[in-house]
């Protein structure tokens, strides 16, 4: 027998009563009536650590077990999914357990499920929106890092031949491509490659090369970044998988304003080995194509990497190729095209 409140149907009265009997045959007191009801059970609550178990009855009626009892052996079910689970919580061995196989599901999905994701949803991505993307970062950094280019005009169509060569090489697989060239400020000797196929330049790139091969490395390896969406993945990435599906599930006209604001973190975000990698042999190639030495650009990011106070090293935890380890790639790619 289970003592606990009786809530009648169609009222708002609360009466203290005793549920009795089999499952097939409930016997339900109530303090207030002499006679015994017969109910049928229509549903009973599953049950929730702090809250009273209802027994819901085919007249409406409601019983409200007290807490702690034991409804599931009364009734005989054997206990429901969450009877199960909330024993189950109860110990620390179960919860340790799980906590380990959740944060493995976690990083598998970070890991792989989330790089997968985004590169698919990069190859739908409608090109009206990678080109808001692409104007809004643009005006973004103009706002707050970059400022108008101050290298000679002669200087400035040289950079923007050069670029148009190599974009006619690389064939209109993909955006259009643009290069934009601005005085770097905080992030100094620099390229970034933005998703709807902008590249940007910097002065101090400009000064740092030793030769146009140097720069047109550079650029080669930018637009590998464009031509394989690289920015627009990233992008996806940080956002998160409830940005993509929305996206592209259709709801897109209130979040190109959310991509426009977000992507103006392009410029901060650090494209993946994997990326800089893919980026490197795309430049060797596009390189190659267009009679220039596809091992320039190399000592540019020597320079640059020195220039900027970093390592030569090889680190395990890196986000980037360390030049070491670019060089190689890079030595290896050209081999091998040599050899063909």
Do not use: C
């Amino acid at each position: 027998m289970i003592e606990g409140r009786y809530f009648p149907p169609g009222s708002s009265r609360v009466v203290a009563a005793s549920l009795s009997g089999v499952p097939e045959r409930l016997v339900l007191r109530l303090a207030d009536e002499t006679e015994a009801l017969e109910p049928v059970i229509a549903s009973v609550s599953d049950p929730v650590a702090g809250v009273p178990r209802k027994i819901t009855f085919a007249d409406g009626g409601v019983f409200e077990a007290p807490l702690g009892a034991d409804v599931d052996s009364f009734l005989k079910t054997g206990g429901s999914f969450f009877a199960r689970l909330m024993r189950l919580e109860g110990h620390l061995g179960f919860v340790a357990a799980a906590a380990v196989v959740t944060m493995g599901l976690i990083f598998v999905v970070y890991r792989f499920g989330v790089p997968l994701l985004a590169s698919g949803a990069a190859l739908v991505t409608p090109q009206p929106i990678i080109v808001a993307m692409d104007r809004g970062t643009l005006e973004t950094v103009d706002r707050t890092v970059f400022s108008p280019s101050e290298l000679a005009e002669e200087r400035q169509k040289a950079l923007h031949d050069m670029f148009d060569e190599l974009a006619q090489i690389a064939g209109d697989d993909g955006p259009a491509l643009r290069l934009e060239l601005r005085q770097g400020g905080m992030i100094g000797a620099n390229a970034l490659a933005l998703p709807g196929g902008t590249i940007i330049v910097t002065d101090e790139l400009v000064g740092l090369a030793r030769s146009d091969d140097e720069i047109a490395g550079v650029i080669a390896h930018e637009i590998g970044h464009v031509r394989e969406r690289h920015s627009l993945q990233q992008i996806y990435r940080v956002l998160g998988i409830g940005f993509m599906v929305g996206l592209i599930g259709g709801d897109a006209s209130q979040l190109v304003d959310d991509v426009i604001v977000q992507a103006s973190a392009l410029q901060t975000l650090v494209y993946s080995r994997e990326f800089e990698t893919h980026a490197d042999l795309y430049s060797v190639g596009l390189m190659a194509k267009a009679g220039r030495d596809p091992l320039a650009f190399v000592g540019l990011l020597d320079r640059a990497v020195e220039d900027a106070g970093g390592s030569d090293e090889t680190g395990w935890f890196s986000t980037h190729p360390d030049t070491k380890d670019r060089r190689d790639a890079v030595r290896q790619r050209v081999d091998e095209l040599r050899g063909q």
